[in-house]
């Protein structure tokens, strides 16, 4: 997030670091500046126009409220307000004018990084013939589950080389040289959470009608989330109306010449900003429907960037 404050320049006096008490002290770089981390506990929010929040739903739960009656704007990035009524679920390329309401409770949802790259590919074409149902699976990067994760990720990939064992302990099972169909917890129906977070969140910020269902894995990939998509419409749609519309949305880098073999993987989306969406094709067994690979890099577009350009927003029309 303050590699995304600096590199857009946003408009800024000042920038204030907190975390918990453990990281009062440390120092942070903000572009040519070092910013000293501050304790959350006991910080004042009078005065302080918008708070971005990444520490999860515990954090959120007990101070952005806080926050939020000092006058401050925040922009969470948990789960824990996303389906809240009076908070607004965000994605600035697909749903901006619900930003208006933000004032309900002074805070603002950042979606999960899995339908944020979903939402952002489904939305131009979700203008040019109405999407009825979408089937995905997810192959998400270690990266999403934190940085042990992904040290835990390095260290069994390397343990493998050296005829060693790292048990798994960020994830159920080993993650290097394996896949993970389990992200978050089981519930009752054998979904889980991240699952059902994407099933319930495209209704709100996309349309209440669409149907989803998903599928959510856990990939040996350090960064980068991949979706293997099936989007089925009212009307017909060919794949090549469906890239025109891609084409010239906001957002949304199409690389799709299979021939060439050019389409996006997770290394080549590390560190860009956009959605970038390849091997656009009719589905062989439903005349309105087709096939896409969407790929985004979760921890920009995913999450900071996203939060980011909802801070300019802010910014731009109501600050």
């Not at 307000?81 to 950042?110: Q, S």
């Not at 999960?112 to 109405?130: D, E, R």
């Not at 129906?189 to 149907?211: F, Q």
């Not at 790929?295 to 960037?305: F, H, I, P």
Request: with cysteine.
């Amino acid at each position: 997030m303050l590699k995304c404050l600096s590199d857009r320049e946003f408009p800024v006096n000042e920038v204030i670091a907190l975390a918990s008490q453990k990281s009062r002290g440390k120092k942070l770089s903000f572009g040519d500046k070092i910013l000293e981390v501050q304790a959350l506990e006991g910080y004042d929010f009078t005065g302080t126009d918008i708070a971005l929040f990444s520490a999860g739903s515990e954090v959120a739960k007990k101070y952005a409220d806080i926050a939020a009656k000092s006058g401050c704007i925040v922009i969470d990035n948990s789960s824990y307000f996303r389906m809240d009524p009076e908070v607004p679920l965000i994605v600035p390329e697909v749903n901006i004018d619900d930003l208006k309401d933000f004032h309900k409770k002074n805070i603002i949802a950042n979606p999960n990084c899995s339908i944020i790259q979903l939402v952002v590919a489904l939305k131009p074409l979700h203008a040019c013939a109405k999407i009825k149902r979408v089937i995905v699976s997810t192959y998400q990067s270690v990266s999403g589950a934190g940085k042990n994760a992904m040290d835990e990720l390095f260290r069994q990939t390397k343990s493998k080389y050296m005829n060693a064992h790292v048990p798994a302990n960020v994830f159920p099972k080993s993650i290097a040289f394996n896949i993970i169909p389990h992200i978050d917890e089981f519930l009752e129906d054998d979904y889980t959470k991240e699952e059902w977070k994407m099933h319930d969140e495209i209704k709100k910020i996309l349309d209440p009608n669409i149907l989803l269902s998903a599928t959510c894995v856990r990939v040996p990939v350090f960064v980068g989330h991949s979706e293997s998509v099936y989007v089925e419409f009212e009307s017909s749609i060919t794949a090549e109306e469906a890239r025109e519309a891609l084409n010239e949305a906001d957002g949304v880098l199409v690389i799709d010449n299979p021939e060439d073999n050019h389409y996006i993987t997770p290394i080549e989306a590390a560190g860009e900003t956009a959605v970038f969406v390849s091997r656009i094709r009719r589905d062989l067994t439903h005349p309105n429907a087709l096939n896409m690979w969407v790929v985004c890099d979760n921890l920009r577009k995913g999450a900071a960037l996203n939060a980011v350009q909802i801070a300019e927003e802010l910014v731009q029309k109501y600050l």
